[in-house]
């Protein structure tokens, strides 16, 4: 069953929005108008909204406001407005310090509730926080806006490929029905066996989704999946392929467009700030600025020059719920010179260096996602630091730093979870280490598989192997 995609777009996601209290697309309308304003606009837009967050953290989040009031920032209404230079006179704010001050952040009153919420562990350290409806507003409307520029609108079909727990597991005939109504259609990307691709590349046909959305490697290696087996997956009507969660290398990109036959878009964000950036059709990542202020600094604190490579760190002006206000996201982005091809106001992203992903590979042979892994980690109390070592496919390792809630049920609880996703005749080691240091590269490989794809498939991963 697909419903009208005038019915969806219109009448059936307008209504769960609102009974949600999502101010979804209301936000919408904005962001459709203020992408075309100047940068100048823009630029004076984030610094309103950017009162407006500080004040409201000043008066619910204490440790926000000892620092605003450290700073000396006159946030009165009527008051000149802010700047650039008023923002960098607060201090930046660390992963630790949400850990450590968690409560203090909260605004729990915040219009619409607050929500608990994780972050994937990418840095290897998964985050707790709280992100209230505006947040959630501000993804879904930046996600819809990206669509449009590709030619794909809310309520036409679209594939997930995809693999979150929520997303997954409500399997009831509620979760089932709202997909229907919306025209999504949902494919586990933790349970890629070749013979489940093979199954959702023919309910793929069968759909003719105007656009595919998944992690980047997924994507690849479902397409390497139907290059493989000589399946056709140039669908009609299908408009782009978008990637997401990790970054989307050259040639993964080249891999799905051939199979495709459609152009691939990736966006980058993350589960704390939300999603941050998008690819246009001109081939380049436009912020939502109308949401996210991004600093790209030195090690010392400092912007770097226009340009060039430096630390991403971001205000997000819709987490009134748990403000985010000049976050160290810890990756490294360079901001573009020239400005968007197509004359929106919106910066440009010139290149953003993500972490890598691996797959890792059940005992019965199907592909996973490493999030797959991740999502069993970051739910275990105790849990700090972690990496996720696959020797083979019945054997793992598991390195962990612990926190104060680690407790003899936390070992039995990572083992048991492990072993539900990947076998029960997996042999897990867990070793509790003090500290886990990052690789060469200065980068965290928070999952690192051994065991490698079957031919036709490894073209799909993150770092193509080098062949003499």
């Given at each position: 069953m697909n419903m009208n995609p005038y019915l969806a777009r219109r009448l059936?996601?307008?209504?769960?929005?609102?009974?949600?209290?999502?101010?979804?697309?209301?936000?919408?309308?904005?962001?459709e108008r203020s992408q075309w304003r100047s940068r100048a606009e823009i630029e004076r837009l984030q610094m309103e909204k950017l009162k407006t967050l500080l004040r409201l953290a000043a008066a619910h989040c204490p440790w926000h406001a000892g620092r605003i009031a450290q700073a000396g920032l006159d946030?009165?209404?009527?008051?000149?407005?802010?700047?650039?230079?008023?923002?960098?006179?607060?201090?930046?704010m660390a992963k630790q310090e949400v850990?450590?001050?968690?409560?203090?952040?909260?605004?729990?009153?915040?219009?619409?509730?607050?929500?608990q919420y994780n972050t994937g562990g990418s840095s290897g350290q998964p985050l707790i926080f709280y992100y209230g409806r505006s947040r959630q507003a501000s993804d879904a409307a930046?996600?819809?806006?990206?669509?449009?520029?590709?030619?794909?609108?809310?309520?036409?079909?679209?594939?997930?490929?995809?693999?979150?727990?929520?997303?997954?597991?409500?399997?009831?005939?509620?979760?089932?029905?709202?997909?229907?109504?919306?025209?999504q259609l949902v494919l586990n990307a933790f349970a890629m066996s070749p013979a489940n691709m093979d199954r959702y590349m023919d309910a793929m046909r069968a759909?003719?989704?105007?656009?595919?959305?998944?992690?980047?490697?997924?994507?690849?290696?479902?397409?390497?999946?139907?290059r493989d087996r000589g399946t056709d997956l140039r669908l009609p009507g299908l408009r782009v392929v978008c990637t997401t969660g990790e970054p989307l290398y050259p040639h993964q990109r080249a891999l799905i467009e051939e199979v495709f036959g459609v152009p691939a878009a990736n966006e980058f964000g993350s589960r704390d700030i939300g999603f941050t950036?998008?690819?246009?059709?001109?081939?380049?990542?436009?912020?939502?600025?109308?949401?996210?202020?991004?600093?790209?600094?030195?090690?010392?604190?400092?912007?770097?020059?226009?340009?060039?490579?430096?630390?991403?760190?971001?205000?997000?002006?819709?987490?009134?719920?748990?403000?985010?206000?000049?976050?160290?996201?810890g990756d490294m982005v360079r901001l573009a010179?020239?400005?968007?091809?197509?004359?929106?106001?919106?910066?440009?992203?010139?290149?953003?260096?993500?972490?890598?992903?691996?797959?890792?590979?059940?005992?019965?042979?199907?592909?996973?996602?490493a999030l797959a892994v991740i999502y069993v980690l970051r739910a275990v109390p105790g849990v700090g630091e972690f990496r996720f070592v696959q020797h083979g496919v019945r054997s793992v390792e598991v390195l962990l730093v612990a926190a104060a809630?680690?407790?003899?049920?936390?070992?039995?609880?990572?083992?048991?979870?492990?072993?539900?996703?990947?076998?029960?005749?997996?042999?897990?080691?867990?070793?509790?280490?003090?500290?886990?240091?990052?690789?060469?590269?200065?980068?965290?490989?928070?999952?690192?598989?051994?065991?490698?794809?079957?031919?036709?498939?490894d073209g799909a991963q993150s770092i193509p192997e080098i062949r003499p």
């Open positions: 059936i996601y307008p209504l769960q929005e609102r009974l949600l209290r999502r101010p979804t697309f209301s936000y919408l309308q904005e962001l946030l009165r209404r009527g008051s000149a407005p802010l700047t650039a230079e008023d923002l960098r006179r607060l201090p930046t850990r450590e001050n968690l409560e203090r952040m909260v605004w729990r009153d915040a219009p619409g509730g607050a929500f930046g996600r819809i806006r990206a669509r449009r520029w590709w030619g794909a609108d809310v309520g036409e079909r679209e594939v997930y490929l995809w693999g979150a727990p929520v997303e997954l597991g409500k399997t009831d005939r509620i979760k089932t029905l709202r997909d229907r109504l919306l025209n759909f003719r989704p105007k656009c595919v959305y998944g992690y980047a490697s997924s994507v690849a290696l479902l397409a390497a999946r139907a950036a998008h690819e246009t059709p001109e081939g380049q990542m436009l912020l939502m600025s109308e949401s996210i202020i991004l600093e790209v600094l030195d090690p010392a604190g400092r912007p770097v020059a226009p340009g060039d490579l430096g630390e991403a760190v971001m205000t997000g002006l819709c987490s009134e719920a748990q403000p985010f206000i000049r976050y160290r996201t010179t020239e400005p968007c091809k197509a004359g929106r106001g919106l910066h440009v992203i010139a290149e953003v260096s993500g972490r890598n992903t691996d797959f890792v590979v059940r005992s019965d042979g199907a592909i996973m996602h809630s680690w407790g003899p049920q936390s070992r039995d609880q990572v083992v048991s979870g492990i072993r539900a996703r990947l076998g029960a005749d997996v042999r897990v080691e867990l070793r509790l280490v003090e500290e886990i240091p990052p690789e060469a590269s200065g980068k965290h490989r928070y999952v690192v598989s051994h065991v490698p794809l079957p031919p036709g498939l």
